[in-house]
């Protein structure tokens, strides 16, 4: 029996290899045709002659032209082309092959759009080669993209999957026949941008950065006068930075200015402006380095997200190195030889970047942001002062004596008089004390107690003028508390005189007694 199971497995084996092979040797004739010469070459050119690349589509143009031993895009006032781009373009249609020769006729060519541009509607790519004087040497037509779907059939969306390109149909001009080829060529773009050398300036460790803005000068037509906006400077390549001529209430964000150490460090840019022109406003900026280098800047108005920027370099280096007070001299040969390999390169690195100079470059807005900042973007937010009372205003505390209670403010317990001082000495008048508020009566009120007055002494007038030392009065509780009775101003006392009762309050009138004369008794209250 497991003989039996293993010979089915060992079948069923051989089956799924069999259909495996045959699927990969379908797969592999789809790209060739019987008895087509599958495998020759496109076309033949010399390929050291080539000196001009015409490249054509519907909608645009491009030529890269050789002059000297360097590449040039002719679109863009003969700025560098990328020689790897150029080169790898020659070489791709050098060795390009077929894989399948397709028989049409040329009512069909349309359908592959294999037409020149300018000849109808489905008109292709056309590359074309020329020599140094000129000469044609070579014409191709690129046309319409071979797709094959993806195994899951729809894209990431949901939406149904175009594929990608496994191949495309070319011909040659001069001839009909149609080849299908490997490669999509995708990189045969007449877009000059795309061609240009991308190589551009790195501005490493800043020592200060100065930048200056435009303001209006407030003419009939309004020149454009450059006003310094902020500059700032650091100690090393790795202190802070610090603002020039900070105000005392100026002080730098670290946050904010963290970027401005590798502004312009690894940047490229995505195209080259034909002309020097910058549209106004106009930034300018000017960066100095530790290794000796300048680089200003002059920042145009920006073009959608791309900001034109023109560049000059300069470079102030030291001639000679100053040995270190301590310096050994084991040590001043490997110095000296480091000091001079960095004087080299600063030299080479300079002369390449004087190549960028003469021409606006369009760098992403995200490079130069830091260097558009106005001064206040820099700076670390104030904090909030608390609010002033008016001037002159002092606020009361809520129940204060004497003053009524806001509506709306629970009422405060009324605080007990405070025992006048003896006096140590006669004074000429004596302030009575403030009086307590009068409990008002809300019924017919009990006779009121006599007040017994002191007996004044005849011997002696300094003590005739004691004051009576009022009564304390009984803790008021909030709800019944009255308005305080404003008292009278007392007249000049005398020694002589008694001191006036306080009078009660409106609302419960009561008789005040008599105050007796100096030499007699005083009568008992309530007697007639």
Do not use: C, H
Not at 437 to 445: D, I
């Amino acid at each position: 029996m497991k003989g039996k199971t293993l010979g089915i497995l060992l079948l069923v084996v051989v089956v799924l290899g069999g259909a495996w092979i045959f699927s990969f040797k379908s797969n592999r004739n789809s790209w060739s045709q019987s008895g087509t010469g599958g495998g020759s070459k496109v076309v033949e050119f010399p390929l050291n002659d080539v000196a001009r690349i015409n490249i054509k589509s519907p909608t645009s143009e491009l030529n890269l032209v050789k002059k000297g031993e360097i590449w040039t895009v002719q679109e863009r006032a003969d700025y560098p082309a990328s020689f790897e781009q150029v080169s790898g373009l020659l070489r791709k249609l050098w060795e390009l092959k077929t894989v399948q020769e397709v028989k049409v006729g040329p009512s069909q060519f349309a359908r592959l759009e294999l037409v020149e541009p300018g000849k109808g509607d489905a008109a292709g790519t056309l590359v074309q080669l020329f020599g140094a004087d000129g000469k044609p040497l070579q014409a191709l037509l690129l046309g319409k993209k071979q797709m094959r779907k993806g195994e899951g059939g729809d894209d990431q969306f949901g939406g149904m999957s175009a594929g990608f390109a496994t191949g495309r149909y070319v011909k040659p001009t001069a001839g009909a026949t149609v080849s299908l080829v490997s490669d999509p060529l995708d990189d045969v773009d007449p877009k000059p941008e795309r061609w240009l050398a991308k190589d551009f300036i790195k501005v490493e460790s800043p020592k200060s950065i100065a930048v200056a803005g435009a303001v209006d000068a407030g003419d009939q037509k309004p020149a454009i006068v450059p006003t310094p906006k902020w500059t700032v400077t650091r100690e090393n390549a790795t202190a802070e930075w610090k603002l020039a001529d900070a105000k005392p209430d100026e002080k730098l964000d670290t946050g904010k200015v963290s970027g401005l150490g590798n502004v312009l460090s690894s940047a490229g840019f995505n195209d080259v402006q034909a002309d020097a022109k910058l549209d106004e406003p106009i930034t300018t900026a000017t960066i100095e380095t530790f290794d000796g280098f300048q680089y200003d800047l002059k920042i145009g108005k920006a073009k959608d997200d791309n900001q034109p920027v023109l560049v000059t370099v300069s470079g102030n280096f030291p001639k000679e190195r100053t040995p270190a007070a301590d310096e050994k001299p084991e040590d001043k040969k490997r110095l000296d030889d480091e000091f001079t390999a960095k004087q080299k390169a600063n030299e080479e690195k300079l002369a390449k970047e004087k190549t960028f100079e003469g021409r606006a470059y369009l760098v992403s807005k995200f490079s130069v942001e830091p260097l558009l900042k106005d001064r206040a973007a820099l700076l670390a937010e104030k904090p909030l002062e608390p609010v002033k009372p008016p001037e002159g205003s002092t606020p009361a505390a809520p129940g204060t004596p004497g003053e009524p209670p806001k509506p709306g403010t629970p009422p405060a317990a009324t605080p007990a008089p405070a025992k006048p001082a003896t006096p140590a000495k006669p004074v000429p008048a004596v302030k009575p004390a403030t009086p307590a508020p009068v409990k008002p009566v809300l019924a017919s009120p009990p006779p009121p107690k006599a007040v017994e007055l002191p007996k004044p002494e005849s011997a002696k007038p300094v003590d005739a003028a004691k004051p009576v030392e009022p009564a304390k009065p009984e803790s008021a509780k909030p709800a019944d508390a009255a308005k305080p009775v404003e008292p009278a101003k007392p007249e000049s006392a005398k020694p002589a005189d008694a001191v006036k009762p306080v009078e009660p309050a409106a609302s419960a009138p009561v008789k005040a007694p008599q105050p007796a004369k100096p030499t007699e008794p005083a009568a008992p209250a309530g007697k007639p």
